[in-house]
DNA sequence: TTGAAACAATACTTTTTTGTACGGATTTTA
DNA sequence: TAAAATCCGTACAAAAAAGTATTGTTTCAA
């Protein structure tokens, strides 16, 4: 389980926007520039980003790339996602299965399913909860917003075990 | 962030042997018949759990794959950090960094490390806690146990908010 | 003692991911 | 209107991951 570097260098590509003043706009040289990245592949982040409708862009010279909304108001999960292509994670695998065997081998009892359901469920949770608003903020204030979302969590889980 | 194929048929292959008697072994071919997977690739996974010392092996005919501790004992991130050979995991991306420049450029703020840090110590964490023989029970019960990580984890949070 | 069945190890092929290159379209500005 | 700077898009190259093949070593059992 890792970060892929689409995921990685598109976010902070992202956040780059994210601390830009209302209105403004970054060209991909300025975004390159400030990651250290190559314009070739900052440029292609950004189409990604605008492809998912998460960036506007501003045609020819003077032209760049802004937020399509407000940093509080694009999660990370968002981000992610147009980064990655809707990739498998967790129980996905059960389809994609690469074996000989037409389709996964446990069927009535698989525990490795649920482990993989639950654990990206957790990300899935802390990634849609978190915005690109709470990566312009310093370090120390990240901390309070993590603790709520696990102790929700936490929460959600206890309930679907009294439904079940 | 997503779950890679060694992690997860190598994890699977973990739970086979897991599922079996006391003192028994299990070979590659019997393995690979289970699994839907090729006799090669599961050799691949066996010896790299024989490499950590996950599991011990009898050769020649009659022999096969066993593991060496109890299932009770072994962790779910000793498995998946043997099939994945040390992976960079958040922000040890900040070292392996392809961009030109020398190091990261984000020094004294940088709120993205943070946040894979606590995102990826949410999943070490549950992956250090869940066992082996966590994954031989029935679905239903592993929920219990996960509430219960997840429940430790934020007051574990909670605690690092109160020392800084 | 010899053959069959298993682990051990490495090398190889294929596929995916990562990162670059380049030609075309758009818009500003001189 | 023409040059310059930008986005747009695809094609390409390099590296890593996924999966296969092969050869060697060990052990059991006939």
Redesign the pocket.
Known sequence: MNV???EE?GLRCAVQLASLPEGKTL???DIAEREG??I??V??F??LL?RAELVR?????????ALSRQPAEISLKEVLDALNGRKKAGSEFCKSF?GKSEACVRFGSCSIRPFWDLLSGYVEEFTSRMTLADLIRPEEEIRDKTSSIASDHVGQMRNRELRS
Chains 1, 2 share one sequence.
């Open positions: 892929t570097a689409l260098y060209s991909a040289p990245l190559s070739e592949y440029s292609k950004m189409l605008k862009t501003v045609r020819g010279i003077k032209g760049g790339f690469t």
